[in-house]
C-alpha cells in the first residue's frame, strides 16, 4: 500500500501550494491514500467546514488534527460534518470526534489514529497509554496502522517511535512544521520519521509572518499570528510503501518541494 502524508497546512496559502502539489505527486507516486494535518488549515488555527471540503477536493483521503483542533469554535458542535478527520485519542473518552479511521483500497485495510504528545504542550492523557489501549481495537480489523504524533519535544515522538515499532506501520511526527532528516525503518518494520514539515508560506517562522512572532519573542507581549503568504511555498511530505501482508513498512522518502509564486 502506498501512503503521501503531507504535514500540517497552513492557511490559505498553504492550501494553495497543497493544490498545486497534489497532482504532480498523485501521478509520480500513485498513493493508495494521502494523509494530511489540517490543524492549522484555516487562516492558521484550526479547521472549518468549508476547508474540510477543499481539502477533501484536493484528494486528501484522511485529515489529522493536533493541539489546534478545537480553535474554530463550530468543530466542537457539528463534528460529525467532519466524517474524515481525526481527533487526537489522548484527549478524555468524553470528547467527541473519531479516534481512529479505516480507510480501504484495492482489498487492504489501512488505519490512521493521531496522539497529542504532553511535553511542551498543555496537560493532556498520557499517549503511550492510550495508544496501547487503542491498538487491540485497531488490531482486530488491521495491521497497516499509521500513527501521526502530533507532539513538540523530538524526544517523545522518538519515544514513541520505539515503543509502536513491531506494532504498527509507520510512526509519523507532525506539529513543529520543520522537516527532520531522519526517516529510518526502525528494525522492527515501522517507519518513522520526527517531524514531516509543514506546507505554507517559506519566508516565514513556521508558517506564519515572521515580524508578529520576532515582535513576540522580543518583548514577550501578547501578539495575533496570522499565517505568511506568498512564495516561495514549501511542500514537505513523506511517501510510504507498506507490505500489505505483514502490516510493515518497506519504504519511506522524504519529499521536499519548493514552488515559486
Ligand atoms: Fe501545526
Ligand atoms: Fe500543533
Known sequence: ?????????????????????????SREYLPDIIIANGENSAHGYGITEKVYKELMDMGI??????????DKKEIAKSIEKFPNMLRP??????????????FEKNG????????????????????????EKLLPII?????????DVHAEATSEKCAL??????????????????????ERILPQGAAFITDVGMVGCMD???????????????????????PAEGGPGLFNAVFLEIDPASGKATAIKRIAKIIEG
Open 1 to 25: 500500500m502506498k501512503i503521501l502524508f503531507i504535514g500540517d497546512i497552513i492557511g490559505k496559502y498553504g492550501r494553495r501550494i497543497a493544490e498545486a502539489c497534489i497532482p504532480s505527486l
Open 61 to 70: 483521503d484522511v485529515i489529522t488534527m493536533g493541539n489546534h483542533i478545537w
Open 89 to 102: 485519542a489522548n484527549y478524555p473518552d468524553i470528547v467527541p470526534g473519531k479516534t481512529f479511521i479505516f
Open 108 to 131: 487492504s485495510k489501512l488505519a490512521v489514529t493521531n496522539l497529542l504528545g504532553r511535553t511542551f504542550l498543555p496537560p493532556m492523557d498520557c499517549p503511550f497509554q492510550a495508544i
Open 139 to 147: 488490531k482486530k480489523e488491521t495491521n497497516l496502522i499509521i500513527v
Open 161 to 182: 517511535g520505539w515503543l509502536l515499532d513491531g506494532k504498527v506501520s509507520a510512526v509519523i511526527g507532525t506539529h513543529t512544521h520543520v522537516m527532520t532528516a531522519d
Open 204 to 226: 516565514s517562522i513556521i508558517g506564519m509572518k515572521k515580524d508578529q512572532i520576532l515582535r513576540r519573542f522580543i518583548t514577550q507581549m501578547h501578539d495575533k499570528f496570522e
